[in-house]
């Protein structure tokens, strides 16, 4: 059985790698230098240490990537030991000494962190330990500068292709409450940066291949962190250009857009890498109408899926999508309350697409050619 599931996850690879372009994405040849046999027999357990830069209860990153150890654990894949290290300020230079810590132990096959704020101390700590090997997820900062380093990242374009599709479904359909019959959402990012861009060129083409006529408000924060600014937009958005429907995709910062929803009574949220429904309070969540995800746990059980298979990627950065399961959007509670039968189907049938390699959703990442101005210029308002 191991057998045939890694070789139908090298077939799965080798598809999405024709499928994605100029993507980063796991070749099929992927470096043999990992413990476990290519066929699965005699597969080794590891040894792996979570560092959680924060605390577990999070229902985001943090807890996805416990979801998936813990199932890699209670499999016999693995043996776990998970240290939360604090978010605070006064926190983070622990997160350094515990990095060293755990490295200089020498006990650990494989360490595991993630997010944008471990990416420096990482780099610090494993270019002094060349023979340890460490996983970091969604982010890319240092990606390919360290032997021993794996930078897992996420395919937000495949993400926003179905959130597009989703969102310019709905925003005609008048027999919603709060929707209007003007074909206008919207789209609040953090930084204008290739990876929001990333989450919006897919946004707007899935929205095209919907309705070609239909016209999205895009507005960045420039912050993660000041929900004002969303706010602000998003009144914007609603009361001049009548969106009735916004993603945000600004970190905590986007949850403004979600308040101006709440408040003017004309609009809902779409959330974005964790289902928002779980994390926001009950006003807002019962307007959030669904959430694209970056599904953090599964990305880690491909991981050792691949190096079971005698593949591994280290000194590389992995891109994955929805055909690895790095990706996906919310599809209960009010996503399955507010999709039609139709717009469930235009979704499925996108995302089959996808992971078949017969619909390729543009990137912006690594991208000179201007295309999401261009997308953009086009969808104005």
Known sequence: MKKFAALLLALVMALSLAACGNQNTPAASGSASGSGSAGGEDTKVYNVVYLVNGNLGDKSFFDSAKAGLDQLEADGRITLRTIEMGGLDEDKPGWLSTLYEVSDSQEYDIIICGTYQMPDFLKEVADKHPDQKYVIFDDNSYAGESANVMNITYKQNDMGYLMGIFAATLTTDTSIERINEDAVIGFVGGIDSPVINDFLIGYIEGALSVNPDIKVDVRYTNTYVDTAIAKEYGLSMINDNHCDLIW????????????????????????????????????????????????????????????????????????????????????DKNFATYASDDCKAAITAAEDAIKAGTLIVDTAIDDNTNKVVELCDAVRP
């Not at 945000?248 to 429904?277: H, P, R």
């Open 248 to 331: 945000g995709v600004a970190g905590n910062s986007g949850n403004g857009a979600a308040e101006a929803a709440f408040e003017t009574g004309k609009a809902y949220f779409l959330g974005v890498d964790s289902d928002q429904e779980l994390t926001l309070s009950s006003d807002l969540a019962a307007i959030t109408l669904t959430s694209g995800l970056k599904n953090i746990g599964n990305s880690l059980i491909w991981f050792f899926d691949e190096m079971d298979a005698g593949r591994t990627y280290f000194g590389q950065e992995v891109s994955l999508g929805l055909a690895e399961g790095g990706v996906g959007i919310v599809t």
